[in-house]
Structure formats: structure tokens, C-alpha cells
């Protein structure tokens, strides 16, 4: 088993209607991990996409007056273009309507019957076609679905999977890998739902309807042309599909399913934990194909205090919050690199948070410009004006020594709490050094050595933080990837020593080093007057 591949996959998106900040918000903490394990050295794979059967799609696509297909293939490129202006590193992106796909999630049916896992029988019961979810009647809540959705009762011929079989097997999972639900709160409600309640009952986890007959928007039953799959199962499969399953000996699925340990690790919003913790391990078990590492699910965000909801108007699009970024002078890569940052700094991962442009301004300016900005633009511009722009031998001060074995501990440290999906918490850790780094700065005043002409003082305090501030981009490179690239394209530092290896004393920028004219990495969002 290696250590060093890692699989991270975002859900994949329903085509009904164009992307928002929720399909950001997955995406973009899918990147930054991904991103920050390929800083650590790991072969990474990276996986988003788009879910394009079912109910839900077929009747967005007829209301438009359009074929499914052509509809499909319509918004589904309007995700890819969003996962290109995020400056999303994934590796690929699939489309459940692509042949490669169909054909895995048919082979995945064909081992699932031929184990003996699927049989043909009658489905009667609710249906939510929004959440392409079948629900029992103890389940509704005033008539309604529990995420409110309204339901409707079928009735048809349908295969089932023999969920029921899987109860003990998945208990017995979540014993025995406690994080497999992360965050750990949870996995009660995972629990509870396998359980069937607080306790333990005997067959609460129902037999669940694979197929479907009343609509033909789907991946065909093998076998069966009037069965179309169930949304939920053909979108599962995506996951292996994209390593090239059914060929269970591609080098991709060797390497990023079966050859890995902390990965594959799915993160999903909270409200399709259940599909991801609980049906897919069941489907994976019943084909005896190895299991997932890890399903995070994080919040939902709000709008200002409010729910987000298409009635409400109120929906907010990655697009005009970029647009609005752009109004305070930032060029398009630094909008994205806000809005990711942002993101997952505001809220920590697995709980709700607020939207609001207010929260975001006081944010971006505290901790981006005004607290790593203002220090990379002071002492930078120092540096180039005041020694020709070279560094010179540092550590003379033990408080500068002290400031840079911080610096060195910058990777650890991050990596703990991203090993957590912290993001908040590492963010934290880059932005507490640069803290330090500007005390240390008002108090060593190089300005004032420079008016005493105490020279070479002034250049080991300068230098001393241009080694921090390449420690500090190299790490910050994964939350705001240009931005940081700017920051070390500033400091003249050499694009094949970026990785966090080279956050030590041996790759310090060394005496004569020189850097290049610095220029504002983070505009401050704030309304300019005339
Ligand atoms: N197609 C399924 C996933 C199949 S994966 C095999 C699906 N698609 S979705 O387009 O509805 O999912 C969108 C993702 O966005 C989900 O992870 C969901 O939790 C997330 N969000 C939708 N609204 C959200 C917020 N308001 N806030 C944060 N995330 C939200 O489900």
C-alpha cells in the first residue's frame, strides 16, 4: 500500500440548473486539499463532473423545450467553465452520459446481480424528485419529504438491491473505521438511519429500488431495455468510472483506489451524506470491490441569514460575486483567490456559515491585505529600493532566528490541521505568522535603522522576512494559488522549489539573491474615492 497516492472526488452536479455557490463551495475545498497534497509530494487525482439523469433533468430539459441530451450537454459545460474560472486543478471530469461511464455503471449492476444482490419486484411508496430520493411514509414531515421537497406516490415494477442484507456489515464498518464519516457529528445521523433509530432494529434498513420504468432518462438495465437505473446508483459509479472501471487492472484504479490509504476520500454536502456513507459502501461491498477512506460532508451556507432558495431569489452565482470583487480593483485571479479564500476560511468545514459581503470585507482586508499584503508590500519594496534589491546573509538576532524556525514549522503545523479538513484552522496558522512577522517588523523598525544609517541591520531585518514571507507563499499556495505564485515569482524563487520540502533553512534565499520589483498582491476592498 503507498502512502503517497491520494483520490479526492466533489460530487458530481445535477444539470436541472446552472452552478451556485454550493457546487463552488464543494469544488474549491476539493481543490485546496488536492492542491495541498500535491505540495506535500503525493500523486494526486482530482475528480468533479456532472450528473446528468433522471427525473429531475429530464423534466428541467422538456420545460426548457429541449432534448435531454442537448440540455445536458449545455449546462453541463457551463460547470466545466466554472471549475476553469475557480482554477480548479482536477485531473478529469465526467459525464454520466459519456460511454465510459454507462458502461461501468452497467458492469457494476451485472456483478451486483450476479452476487445474488438484485432482485425484480414492485416499488410502491413516496418519490422526491428533487432529492431523487424514495422516502417511507414514517419519514414525511407534513406531507413532505424531510428536506421539504414534495413527494409523489408511484407505483411500477422495479429491481431492488438487498440493502437489508448490508445493516450489520455497514455497522461494523463504521466500528471499525471510526472516521469514515467525518465530521464525527455526523455519523449519529448515519447511525441512526442503518439503526433504525437510537437502538438497534432488526431490518431497518429497507430494500432500496435500483430501477425505474416511469421515464427513460437514464443508464439502461442490463438485460432490460424498459428499466432505466436509478439515478443515485448510475451517479455512484462515477467515482470508479472515471479510473477506468470495469477494467479493474487500469493503472488509474490500481494506483487511486486499491493502492492508497488515506484516500479515496469523497466530500459531499451534508444532505447527500446518506448516499455516500451508507448506499455506496453497501453497493461496493456487495461487488466486493474495496471501499472509500473517507465521506466528509460539510455545511450549507446561507445568504445574508437566510435559507437559499430559488423562491426566495436570493441564490447566490460564483460569477457575480467575482464581478463584485472586480469593482474594488482586483484583477480576475485575485477575485478567485479571494472568493476561495474566503470560503474556507470563514466557516470551519462540516458546519453551516453565513454568507454576507459585509463578513467578506472585513475578512479579506484583515487578513489578506492589510496583514500579509501590507507586510510583503512594505518590506519588499525596502528590500529592492534600499539594497538593490539582494538579500543578505540573515539570522543574525536570535529573534530572528526564532521567527524563522517558526517559518519551518509552517508545514507541520498545516498539515495537522489539514489531515483534520480544517481549513479554517491551517488558514489560521499562515495568517498567526504573519502576525508575528509584522511585529516583529514595527519592532526592529528597519525604517529607523535606515535614517541612522545602521545599514546592515536593516538588510537581515529586511532579509529575515523576505525568507518568511517565500516560507509563508509556499504554504499559502493552495488557498490563493496565484496570488501566492506572485508572491514567489516576487521573490525570484525557482518554480521547481514551491513544494513545502523547501520550507527549510536549506532552501533560504541566500546572500545576493536578488528579487524583482514588487508589486500589490492584495488591492483592499474598499470603495475608492475620487
Ligand atoms: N448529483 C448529486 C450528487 C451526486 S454525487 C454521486 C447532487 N448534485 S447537486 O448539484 O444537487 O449537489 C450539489 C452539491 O452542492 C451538494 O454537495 C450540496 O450539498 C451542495 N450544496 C447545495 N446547496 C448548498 C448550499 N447552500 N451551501 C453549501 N453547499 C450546498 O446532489
Request: aromatic share 12%; charged share 25%.
Given at each position: 500500500?503507498?502512502?503517497?497516492?491520494?483520490?479526492?472526488?466533489?460530487?458530481?452536479?445535477?444539470v436541472?440548473?446552472?452552478?451556485?455557490?454550493?457546487?463552488?463551495?464543494?469544488?474549491?475545498?476539493?481543490?485546496?486539499?488536492?492542491?495541498?497534497?500535491?505540495?506535500?509530494?503525493?500523486?494526486?487525482r482530482?475528480?468533479?463532473?456532472?450528473?446528468?439523469?433522471?427525473?429531475?433533468?429530464?423534466?428541467?430539459?422538456?420545460?426548457?423545450?429541449?432534448?435531454?441530451?442537448?440540455?445536458?450537454?449545455?449546462?453541463?459545460?457551463?460547470f466545466?467553465?466554472l471549475?476553469?474560472?475557480?482554477?480548479?486543478?482536477?485531473?478529469?471530469?465526467?459525464?454520466?452520459?459519456?460511454?465510459?461511464?454507462?458502461?461501468?455503471?452497467q458492469?457494476?449492476?451485472?456483478?451486483?446481480?450476479?452476487?445474488?444482490?438484485?432482485?425484480k419486484?414492485?416499488?410502491?411508496?413516496?418519490?422526491?424528485?428533487?432529492?431523487?430520493?424514495?422516502?417511507?411514509?414514517?419519514?414525511?414531515v407534513?406531507?413532505?419529504?424531510?428536506?421539504?421537497?414534495?413527494?409523489?406516490?408511484?407505483?411500477?415494477?422495479?429491481?431492488?438491491?438487498?440493502?437489508?442484507?448490508?445493516?450489520?456489515?455497514?455497522?461494523?464498518?463504521?466500528?471499525?473505521?471510526?472516521?469514515?464519516?467525518?465530521?464525527?457529528?455526523?455519523?449519529?445521523?448515519?447511525?441512526?438511519?442503518?439503526?433504525?433509530?437510537?437502538?438497534?432494529?432488526?431490518?431497518?434498513?429497507?430494500?432500496?429500488?435500483?430501477?425505474?420504468?416511469?421515464?427513460?432518462w437514464?443508464?439502461?438495465?442490463?438485460?432490460?431495455?424498459?428499466?432505466?437505473?436509478?439515478?443515485w446508483?448510475?451517479?455512484?459509479?462515477?467515482?470508479?468510472?472515471?479510473?477506468g472501471?470495469?477494467?479493474?487492472?487500469?493503472?488509474?484504479?490500481?494506483?487511486?483506489?486499491?493502492?492508497?490509504?488515506?484516500?479515496?476520500?469523497?466530500?459531499?454536502?451534508?444532505?447527500?451524506?446518506?448516499?455516500?456513507?451508507?448506499?455506496?459502501?453497501?453497493?461496493?461491498?456487495?461487488?466486493?470491490?474495496p471501499?472509500p477512506?473517507?465521506?466528509?460532508?460539510?455545511?450549507?451556507?446561507?445568504?445574508?441569514?437566510?435559507?437559499?432558495?430559488?423562491?426566495?431569489?436570493?441564490?447566490?452565482?460564483?460569477?457575480?460575486?467575482?464581478?463584485?470583487?472586480?469593482?474594488?480593483?482586483?484583477?480576475?485571479?485575485?477575485?478567485?483567490?479571494?472568493?476561495?479564500?474566503?470560503?474556507?476560511?470563514?466557516?470551519?468545514?462540516?458546519?453551516?456559515?453565513?454568507?454576507?459581503?459585509?463578513?467578506?470585507?472585513?475578512?479579506?482586508?484583515?487578513?489578506?491585505?492589510?496583514?500579509?499584503?501590507?507586510?510583503?508590500?512594505?518590506?519588499?519594496?525596502?528590500?529592492?529600493?534600499?539594497?538593490?534589491?539582494?538579500?543578505?546573509?540573515?539570522?543574525?538576532?536570535?529573534?530572528?532566528?526564532?521567527?524563522?524556525?517558526?517559518?519551518?514549522?509552517?508545514?507541520?503545523?498545516?498539515?495537522?490541521?489539514?489531515?483534520?479538513?480544517?481549513?479554517?484552522?491551517?488558514?489560521?496558522?499562515?495568517?498567526?505568522?504573519?502576525?508575528?512577522?509584522n511585529?516583529?517588523?514595527?519592532?526592529?523598525?528597519?525604517w529607523?535603522?535606515?535614517?541612522?544609517?545602521?545599514?546592515?541591520?536593516?538588510?537581515?531585518?529586511?532579509?529575515?522576512?523576505?525568507?518568511?514571507?517565500?516560507?509563508?507563499?509556499?504554504?499559502?499556495?493552495?488557498?490563493?494559488?496565484?496570488?501566492?505564485?506572485?508572491?514567489?515569482?516576487?521573490?525570484?524563487?525557482?518554480?521547481?522549489?514551491?513544494?513545502?520540502?523547501?520550507?527549510?533553512?536549506?532552501?533560504?534565499?541566500?546572500?545576493?539573491?536578488?528579487?524583482?520589483?514588487?508589486?500589490?498582491?492584495?488591492?483592499?476592498?474598499?470603495?475608492?474615492?475620487?
Amino acid at each position: 500500500m503507498s502512502y503517497k497516492n491520494f483520490y479526492i472526488t466533489s460530487p458530481i452536479y445535477y444539470v436541472n440548473d446552472v452552478p451556485h455557490i454550493g457546487h463552488a463551495y464543494t469544488s474549491i475545498s476539493c481543490d485546496v486539499m488536492a492542491r495541498f497534497k500535491r505540495l506535500e509530494g503525493f500523486d494526486v487525482r482530482f475528480l468533479t463532473g456532472t450528473d446528468e439523469h433522471g427525473q429531475k433533468v429530464e423534466k428541467s430539459a422538456i420545460s426548457r423545450g429541449k432534448t435531454p441530451q442537448q440540455f445536458c450537454d449545455e449546462i453541463s459545460a457551463k460547470f466545466r467553465e466554472l471549475a476553469q474560472t475557480l482554477n480548479l486543478s482536477n485531473d478529469d471530469f465526467i459525464r454520466t452520459t459519456e460511454e465510459r461511464h454507462k458502461k461501468s455503471a452497467q458492469e457494476l449492476w451485472c456483478i451486483l446481480e450476479k452476487n445474488g444482490w438484485i432482485y425484480k419486484s414492485v416499488y410502491e411508496g413516496w418519490y422526491a424528485v428533487r432529492d431523487e430520493a424514495f422516502y417511507g411514509e414514517d419519514e414525511l414531515v407534513n406531507g413532505k419529504a424531510p428536506t421539504g421537497a414534495d413527494v409523489e406516490w408511484h407505483k411500477e415494477e422495479s429491481y431492488f438491491f438487498k440493502l437489508s442484507a448490508f445493516q450489520d456489515k455497514l455497522l461494523a464498518l463504521y466500528e471499525a473505521v471510526p472516521d469514515f464519516v467525518q465530521p464525527a457529528s455526523k455519523l449519529n445521523e448515519v447511525l441512526s438511519f442503518v439503526r433504525g433509530g437510537k437502538d438497534y432494529v432488526k431490518g431497518a434498513l429497507r430494500d432500496l429500488s435500483i430501477s425505474r420504468t416511469s421515464f427513460g432518462w437514464g443508464v439502461k438495465v442490463p438485460g432490460e431495455e424498459s428499466h432505466v437505473m436509478y439515478v443515485w446508483l448510475d451517479a455512484l459509479a462515477n467515482y470508479i468510472s472515471a479510473l477506468g472501471f470495469p477494467n479493474t487492472q487500469d493503472p488509474l484504479i490500481q494506483k487511486f483506489w486499491c493502492d492508497t490509504t488515506d484516500s479515496p476520500v469523497h466530500v459531499v454536502g451534508k444532505d447527500i451524506l446518506r448516499f455516500h456513507a451508507v448506499y455506496w459502501p453497501a453497493f461496493l461491498m456487495a461487488a466486493q470491490i474495496p471501499l472509500p477512506n473517507k465521506v466528509f460532508a460539510h455545511g450549507w451556507w446561507t445568504n445574508e441569514g437566510q435559507k437559499i432558495s430559488k423562491s426566495l431569489g436570493n441564490v447566490i452565482d460564483p460569477h457575480a460575486e467575482l464581478e463584485w470583487l472586480k469593482t474594488f480593483g482586483c484583477d480576475d485571479s485575485q477575485a478567485v483567490d479571494y472568493f476561495r479564500y474566503f470560503l474556507l476560511r470563514e466557516v470551519p468545514f462540516g458546519n453551516d456559515g453565513d454568507y454576507s459581503r459585509k463578513n467578506f470585507t472585513t475578512r479579506i482586508n484583515a487578513e489578506l491585505a492589510n496583514n500579509i499584503g501590507n507586510l510583503a508590500q512594505r518590506i519588499l519594496s525596502m528590500v529592492y529600493k534600499n539594497n538593490d534589491g539582494k538579500i543578505v546573509n540573515i539570522s543574525y538576532y536570535d529573534d530572528a532566528k526564532e521567527l524563522l524556525e517558526k517559518a519551518y514549522k509552517l508545514p507541520a503545523e498545516v498539515t495537522f490541521e489539514m489531515n483534520k479538513f480544517a481549513f479554517d484552522e491551517a488558514i489560521e496558522k499562515i495568517v498567526n505568522f504573519a502576525r508575528a512577522c509584522n511585529l516583529f517588523v514595527d519592532q526592529k523598525a528597519p525604517w529607523t535603522m535606515k535614517k541612522e544609517h545602521r545599514y546592515e541591520e536593516m538588510n537581515m531585518v529586511l532579509s529575515t522576512i523576505a525568507e518568511s514571507l517565500r516560507c509563508l507563499a509556499i504554504t499559502l499556495q493552495p488557498f490563493v494559488p496565484t496570488i501566492s505564485a506572485r508572491m514567489l515569482d516576487l521573490l525570484n524563487v525557482e518554480k521547481n522549489q514551491r513544494d513545502l520540502k523547501f520550507v527549510n533553512g536549506d532552501f533560504s534565499l541566500k546572500a545576493d539573491h536578488k528579487i524583482n520589483e514588487p508589486k500589490g498582491l492584495f488591492p483592499r476592498l474598499e470603495t475608492k474615492t475620487t
